[in-house]
């Protein structure tokens, strides 16, 4: 099963079954696909928390290691 096939399963359980998911993942396009509001942790701690398009955004270079290829 490929990341794309999990993310689908992932969002047809939340429509059928009408409920949230806590994904925890380090792959963007999962965190894309499959969410409206991200939490970043460091160290165990909560560093950041908003949309992935606020995330995209950002000018913290923590947040955006995460999106260069």
Known sequence: MTSDEISELI???QKKYKTSSIIITHDIKC???TGNRVLMLNDGIVYATGSIDEFEKSTDPMIQSFFKN
């Open 11 to 13: 969002m047809d359980v």
């Open 31 to 33: 965190a894309r696909a």
